[in-house]
């Protein structure tokens, strides 16, 4: 298992240094900082891009007192603590950061935006790990990922360079819905990470469509606040998993619990036989005989 462990990131390591010697640099588009909606309102600039970060402070509050309280999210190991508290801080940390960059757009203040939510990505990643592989490897992962977050994001400012950072912010994208469906879980309630990840993906289209929506909404509200709107609710529905659900006895991966279905057919396209399986355990209670 440790030659394995040691494989992999010899192959994580290879791949990027590949990576960013095939691919040419991202900079810094200047335009992203110009946003739709640029309204002030009682003296604060970019008032809705600002105050809609709000969400981000309550839920990462509640979450991060949760994690104390009573154990009332359940978190059986020490590294899920770690793990989650890093979490909360990251996106408690994303109202103060966001707010801060979009009061005065530029490439010095959105360090202090991309910072929090990569803790928060990497943190994600690092749970994954504890809860769905390993725990001890999970938890001495926490540190090392969460550098490489930090990393990425003084990479780019001082090189002008985003793939560092594009590969820390979009792997999880791919890497978590992945694992929630693939890996069998520890605990109930595994489905809410795809809707998590389903509301970080709207977040992610709603901000590539910020004029656009500002212009149908006749100048109403844009598409990056909507974007933080959608995004706030990737927490929520994290902190409601963890609220609601319990240890399992039986590990099932989401994709063995899910029905497969099939449907045979003849040459000339009549429907001739249907099977449905699905891969949760039912127990079956035997009937006493008289």
Known sequence: MADRTV?????????????????????QDQDYHDFADQREFFGIPNFLNVISNVPFFIVGVIGLILCYHRNFFKLSLQGELCGWTCFYIGVAAVAFGSSYYHLKPND?????????MTIAFTSVIAIFIIERIDERKGTYAIIPLLLVG?????????????????????????????????????????????????FYLLAKVEEAADDPIYKWTHQIVSGHTIKHLFAAMVPVFLTLMLAK??????????????????????????????????????PIEEESRE
Request: proline letters at 7%; aromatic letters at 16%.
């Open 108 to 116: 010095a203040r959105l360090v202090w935006d991309r910072l929090p």
């Open 245 to 282: 659900r319990d240890i399992i006895s039986e590990r099932k991966s989401l994709l063995q619990i899910w029905k497969i279905s099939w449907t045979k057919y003849k040459g000339n396209g009549v429907e001739t036989e249907n099977h449905t399986i699905t891969y949760t355990s039912v």
């Open 7 to 27: 494989l992999v990131w010899i192959v994580a390591i290879v791949c990027f240094v590949v990576l960013m010697f095939v691919t040419p640099t991202i900079p």
């Open 150 to 198: 930090v990393v990425s994001i003084f990479y780019w400012r001082f090189y002008d360079d985003l793939r560092p950072y594009a590969l820390v912010q979009f792997v999880p994208c791919i890497a978590i819905p992945a694992m929630a469906i693939l890996l069998p879980p520890m605990y109930t309630h595994s489905s809410y990470w795809l809707w998590a990840a389903g």
